[in-house]
């Protein structure tokens, strides 16, 4: 508290009133001192004057007596200079002056001729008389010996002052130095008086400065009276309400801050200036920003660098929502600016939302590739059928043999209609459904001799050769489901027959290791050109983009669909001209039975 400045204003006031009053007093001492003194002196010599001038007597025997006996040795007995007037005699009688008195002696004398006419008015006439050349005043006590006027003369006692002087300063010396003493005795309680004075006054503002802080837990003492009391409760009382307010607010920003970031979308808000105000972490995750939380990325820089501060701007000053879609890496952002426009009609600033639509654009322009595609398979074998339709409804086809072949042209183009909707169906089916398949221990050489059974009769129609060499009986079995992934070989068997010229080979094989087995149904055929490799598995994609060659360009997707559920991967290799070798990767069992999760029955355990 004593390095506060408050306590030293209070203290130098203090102690300087205090040094104010001392000094005053002296001054005022000095004035009134000498007055006071002379008086002293005066009343004090005055009765000395009377029975001296009783001594003198009223005949002149006795005055000459008095004048040899007591005026002559006046200024040893007395200390001051005694002087007889004789109005019988033209002498005036005074004791021996000193010799810095001589040059004066006959002021003096006239002096107290003046006072001896006085006499005639009162007892003693007493006054201060100061001449030059002398450093000191001198006091006159003049009284009358005998009757006044009428006596034989008047006696004067010369006292100088200088004696009273040397008083006066020898007191204000001690009234200094006591002065001096008590102004140093009494600094301790000015201290104290101070630091008690100023005690609430510090109380209440270690609180305010704790506020300021941001700290409103302090409290002031309230233990002080009168306006300090006051003080101290209206301060209390500011930080309680203010704690209150603040935990409100802060709770409110919290929620809100909260909301924000639960919101799927993006969300920047800034203030007239265009100044970031609020910004939620989703607006970093729909730009693909990756934040580094030690230097975060400051939201007003960012809309600097992106110029989506520019947007902002556009949205305040035309007060309506601007929208855009922006194209950042790869990513397509639509960007609505809203601006907040108030009661006055000014806008307060602005609120953007930005939503990445890449999935949902990519999806709508799947859909739409998806009815491009839908209609235009429909479309190819409708038409077919129109044009044979139309002249058999007509009659124009006479010749039966004609009528026989457009009759199996109808049927063959109904049953490709037939088997494109078999198989959107049977793909939307698998589409539609999330949930894995029931996966079970799962022999593979069933599986491999149920495909070449199926399978043999329509390659030798082909007049391919379909075999599945070496030994299945030491394959491990796998974690799968039988039906699908024979389904997946089947689709593997049906493409490598459609695409293999007549004299190819197509043979199954697995192989396997302790993790996976992976059975490969490698064939002779046309192969798959480089740059369609990565397409095989998109619906209805076919290397014949005419859509001529049989087949719906559905198979290898539904086949895709079910190595989904299947928990199986699908993977190709192909050379043009040379063949392909389609293969799918499933876990043996052993490996899948390994990392399943122990359970132990409780009623079955001791
Ligand atoms: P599709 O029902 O038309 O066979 P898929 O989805 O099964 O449809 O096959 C898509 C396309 O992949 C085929 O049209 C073909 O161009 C190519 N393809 C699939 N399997 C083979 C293969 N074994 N050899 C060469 N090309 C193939």
Same mark, same amino acid.
């Given at each position: 508290?004593?390095?506060?400045?408050?306590? /030293?204003? =209070? *203290? !130098?006031?203090?102690? %300087?009133?205090? #040094?104010?009053?001392?000094?005053?007093?002296?001054?005022?001492? @000095?004035?009134?001192? /000498?007055? =006071? *003194? !002379?008086?002293?002196? %005066?009343?004090? #010599?005055?009765?000395?004057?009377?029975?001296?001038?009783?001594? @003198?007597?009223?005949?002149?025997?006795?005055?000459?007596?008095?004048?040899?006996?007591?005026?002559?040795?006046?200024?040893?007995?007395?200390?001051?200079?005694?002087?007889?007037?004789?109005?019988?005699?033209?002498?005036?009688?005074?004791?021996?002056?000193?010799?810095?008195?001589?040059?004066?002696?006959?002021?003096?004398?006239?002096?107290?001729?003046?006072?001896?006419?006085?006499?005639?008015?009162?007892?003693?006439?007493?006054?201060?008389?100061?001449?030059?050349?002398?450093?000191?005043?001198?006091?006159?006590?003049?009284?009358?010996?005998?009757?006044?006027?009428?006596?034989?003369?008047?006696?004067?006692?010369?006292?100088?002052?200088?004696?009273?002087?040397?008083?006066?300063?020898?007191?204000?010396?001690?009234?200094?130095?006591?002065?001096?003493?008590?102004?140093?005795?009494?600094?301790?309680?000015?201290?104290?008086?101070?630091?008690?004075?100023?005690?609430?006054?510090?109380?209440?503002?270690?609180?305010?400065?704790?506020?300021?802080?941001?700290?409103?837990?302090?409290?002031?003492?309230?233990?002080?009276?009168?306006?300090?009391?006051?003080?101290?409760?209206?301060?209390?009382?500011?930080?309680?309400?203010?704690?209150?307010?603040?935990?409100?607010?802060?709770?409110?920003?919290?929620?809100?801050?909260?909301?924000?970031?639960?919101?799927?979308?993006?969300?920047?808000?800034?203030?007239?200036?265009?100044?970031?105000?609020?910004?939620?972490?989703?607006?970093?995750?729909?730009?693909?920003?990756?934040?580094?939380?030690?230097?975060?990325?400051?939201?007003?820089?960012?809309?600097?660098?992106?110029?989506?501060?520019?947007?902002?701007?556009?949205?305040?000053?035309?007060?309506?929502?601007?929208?855009?879609?922006?194209?950042?890496?790869?990513?397509?952002?639509?960007?609505?600016?809203?601006?907040?426009?108030?009661?006055?009609?000014?806008?307060?600033?602005?609120?953007?939302?930005?939503?990445?639509?890449?999935?949902?654009?990519?999806?709508?322009?799947?859909?739409?590739?998806?009815?491009?595609?839908?209609?235009?398979?429909?479309?190819?074998?409708?038409?077919?059928?129109?044009?044979?339709?139309?002249?058999?409804?007509?009659?124009?086809?006479?010749?039966?043999?004609?009528?026989?072949?457009?009759?199996?042209?109808?049927?063959?183009?109904?049953?490709?209609?037939?088997?494109?909707?078999?198989?959107?169906?049977?793909?939307?089916?698998?589409?539609?459904?999330?949930?894995?398949?029931?996966?079970?221990?799962?022999?593979?050489?069933?599986?491999?001799?149920?495909?070449?059974?199926?399978?043999?009769?329509?390659?030798?129609?082909?007049?391919?050769?379909?075999?599945?060499?070496?030994?299945?009986?030491?394959?491990?079995?796998?974690?799968?489901?039988?039906?699908?992934?024979?389904?997946?070989?089947?689709?593997?068997?049906?493409?490598?027959?459609?695409?293999?010229?007549?004299?190819?080979?197509?043979?199954?094989?697995?192989?396997?290791?302790?993790?996976?087995?992976?059975?490969?149904?490698?064939?002779?055929?046309?192969?798959?050109?480089?740059?369609?490799?990565?397409?095989?598995?998109?619906?209805?994609?076919?290397?014949?983009?005419?859509?001529?060659?049989?087949?719906?360009?559905?198979?290898?997707?539904?086949?895709?669909?079910?190595?989904?559920?299947?928990?199986?991967?699908?993977?190709?290799?192909?050379?043009?001209?040379?063949?392909?070798?389609?293969?799918?990767?499933?876990?043996?069992?052993?490996?899948?039975?390994?990392?399943?999760?122990?359970?132990?029955?409780?009623?079955?355990?001791?």
């Amino acid at each position: 508290m004593r390095s506060s400045l408050l306590f /030293r204003r =209070v *203290f !130098t006031l203090l102690a %300087a009133a205090l #040094i104010l009053w001392i000094v005053l007093t002296a001054i005022l001492y @000095a004035f009134i001192a /000498r007055p =006071v *003194f !002379t008086d002293m002196k %005066a009343r004090e #010599i005055e009765p000395l004057a009377h029975i001296l001038a009783d001594r @003198a007597g009223l005949t002149d025997d006795s005055l000459d007596n008095f004048v040899h006996e007591t005026v002559g040795y006046a200024n040893e007995m007395f200390g001051n200079w005694m002087f007889v007037i004789s109005r019988n005699t033209p002498f005036i009688f005074h004791t021996p002056l000193p010799d810095s008195m001589t040059s004066i002696r006959q002021e003096i004398v006239s002096t107290v001729s003046d006072a001896d006419r006085q006499l005639a008015k009162a007892d003693s006439v007493v006054f201060t008389k100061s001449f030059k050349g002398q450093s000191s005043a001198f006091l006159f006590v003049v009284v009358p010996i005998g009757a006044p006027l009428d006596g034989p003369g008047s006696l004067a006692i010369v006292q100088p002052m200088s004696e009273i002087n040397a008083g006066i300063l020898s007191l204000n010396l001690a009234l200094l130095t006591s002065s001096l003493a008590i102004l140093l005795i009494m600094i301790v309680p000015i201290m104290l008086a101070t630091m008690r004075i100023l005690k609430p006054l510090h109380s209440v503002r270690r609180v305010a400065m704790a506020m300021s802080a941001g700290d409103f837990s302090q409290r002031a003492d309230e233990s002080a009276s009168g306006e300090f009391h006051d003080l101290a409760v209206a301060v209390n009382h500011l930080a309680g309400e203010l704690s209150s307010l603040i935990a409100q607010l802060t709770f409110e920003r919290n929620r809100l801050r909260q909301i924000l970031n639960s919101i799927a979308e993006g969300i920047i808000a800034v203030n007239k200036e265009g100044l970031v105000t609020e910004c939620n972490l989703k607006v970093w995750d729909v730009f693909g920003v990756t934040t580094d939380m030690s230097r975060p990325l400051s939201p007003d820089v960012f809309l600097q660098t992106t110029k989506l501060n520019e947007f902002f701007h556009d949205a305040m000053t035309m007060k309506q929502d601007v929208a855009h879609v922006i194209s950042k890496d790869h990513r397509q952002i639509y960007c609505l600016i809203t601006p907040l426009i108030n009661e006055r009609g000014t806008h307060d600033g602005a609120v953007g939302l930005f939503r990445d639509i890449t999935e949902s654009e990519r999806l709508e322009q799947t859909r739409r590739d998806y009815i491009a595609n839908v209609s235009h398979e429909l479309r190819t074998p409708l038409t077919a059928m129109r044009a044979l339709l139309e002249p058999l409804a007509e009659d124009m086809v006479r010749k039966e043999d004609d009528k026989k072949r457009y009759y199996a042209i109808l049927l063959r183009e109904t049953m490709r209609l037939s088997r494109l909707i078999n198989d959107m169906l049977e793909l939307s089916r698998l589409q539609a459904t999330d949930d894995s398949a029931e996966l079970c221990i799962v022999q593979l050489e069933p599986i491999i001799s149920n495909v070449l059974q199926r399978f043999q009769p329509v390659a030798e129609e082909h007049d391919v050769s379909l075999s599945a060499p070496g030994s299945m009986s030491d394959c491990p079995n796998v974690w799968s489901d039988p039906d699908w992934l024979e389904q997946i070989i089947a689709i593997f068997v049906d493409n490598a027959i459609k695409f293999t010229p007549k004299g190819g080979d197509i043979t199954l094989g697995i192989k396997a290791d302790s993790d996976t087995a992976a059975i490969s149904v490698r064939d002779s055929g046309v192969g798959i050109a480089p740059e369609d490799i990565d397409h095989v598995f998109d619906r209805f994609f076919k290397a014949d983009r005419a859509h001529n060659e049989p087949g719906t360009g559905l198979g290898l997707s539904i086949a895709s669909e079910i190595a989904r559920q299947i928990h199986a991967t699908l993977s190709v290799k192909s050379e043009p001209g040379e063949g392909s070798i389609f293969t799918v990767h499933v876990r043996t069992a052993d490996a899948a039975i390994k990392d399943m999760p122990v359970t132990i029955d409780a009623e079955e355990s001791p």
